[in-house]
């Protein structure tokens, strides 16, 4: 016991190497922390939260994404333990179809948050295995392992944090197993001072190259092919003040093949067989973008690669697992014909404006 207390640890410390800093109001008083926030910050063995609510219905009307009421239980600032009232539903695409336990929106009354000392603004958005077992929550702690790494990639990115979740139902527990919050949307735009933009169409040329040219490389790294510039898909696009264009940030990754659900199959326009096979998708990428690109992901190559080992929730097979799958994309990096063959989309010029 005392063993799996110092892994959770461990591995709840790679979710907070960073701590926050209190942000502070012109009045020099401190503001009040998210219910994300709060979780995020803590250090030591993983959250538990436990969340008493009707599921059986929750599973049965997840299509229809109806909030629900129910009971968030977790160790409040002052380790008493806090019951609060919230709302919870189904939320997300294809999971809530595929999926028993679809991801989860969860909401709290403002009074109630405030009367705890907590932004009322806040709400949490949790990731929820797609169903019981090992293999499940190897799914589930992949996909937290991939949020992982692009924070290692890159300074924007959203804020996860895994947490142990407990279902009860009318005084009883039915269900126990790791889940992870991933930043809601608007809270994860205002920590970057950002605006989200939303538009039915995007031009490859209207976003900021480092950003994307990193984010393609990124997915190719994790062989993810489920996103699309474009329309937007599993994209969030960001108008920052320091960038003349909009930035694209990725999210949702349970379609990937460093994941590797059992669900997941590839888009019929992609020319692969399964999602194990990595594809680029990106565009209009000069041979300067990508050696450019693949010397900046070599030179994050050890430290990549230690995130996977010391995550240590993951059983020692799937860790295995995921370091060799990364240590091939690295291989080829190291093979400047390789890298032109594979990333290079556009001929013929050395930039792309």
Not at 30 to 43: E, H, I, M
Request: charged share 25%.
């Amino acid at each position: 016991m005392k063993k799996r207390l110092l892994l959770i640890a461990a591995a709840a410390a790679l979710f907070c190497t960073h701590a926050l800093q209190a942000q502070h109001t012109r009045s020099g008083k401190a503001a009040p922390l998210s219910l994300f926030t709060y979780f995020y910050q803590q250090q030591g063995a993983l959250p538990v939260l436990k969340l008493e609510t009707d599921w059986k219905l929750l599973v049965k009307n997840k299509l229809t994404e109806e909030y629900q009421p129910g009971i968030l239980s977790f160790q409040g600032p002052d380790g008493n333990t806090v019951e609060l009232e919230i709302s919870a539903r189904a939320r997300g695409n294809t999971r809530k179809e595929v999926c028993q336990f679809p991801p989860l929106r969860i909401k709290a009354a403002p009074k109630a948050l405030n009367k705890l000392g907590f932004d009322t603004e806040g709400k949490l958005k949790l990731v929820l295995p797609c169903e019981n077992g090992k293999s499940n929550a190897d799914y589930l702690l992949r996909e937290a392992l991939a949020y992982l790494l692009f924070e290692a990639v890159y300074p924007i990115h959203h804020r996860t944090n895994l947490v142990e979740l407990e279902g009860w139902q009318d005084g009883k527990q039915k269900y126990s197993f790791y889940a992870f919050l991933v930043e809601e949307e608007d809270e994860f735009a205002a920590r970057v001072n950002g605006t989200r933009v939303k538009k039915s169409r995007i031009n490859t040329i209207d976003l900021e190259r480092d950003a994307y040219v990193k984010m393609c490389f990124f997915q190719y790294m994790i062989a993810n092919t489920d996103w699309s510039a474009p329309n937007g898909h599993n994209l969030e696009l960001l108008k920052l003040p320091d960038k003349e264009k909009l930035v694209a940030i990725p999210y949702d990754f349970d379609y990937a093949g460093f994941v590797d659900t059992d669900y997941a199959i590839p888009r019929s326009s992609i020319p692969i067989d399964n999602v194990s096979q990595r594809f680029f998708l990106g565009k209009y990428v000069t041979e300067e973008e990508a050696l450019e690109c693949a010397q900046y992901y070599l030179s994050k190559k050890e430290q990549l690669l230690q995130i996977c080992n010391n995550f240590v929730l993951l059983r020692e097979k799937t860790r295995e697992s995921a370091i060799e799958s990364l240590s091939e994309f690295f291989d080829m990096l190291e093979d400047e014909e390789i890298v032109r063959k594979t990333f290079v989309t556009m001929r013929g010029r050395s930039t792309q404006n």
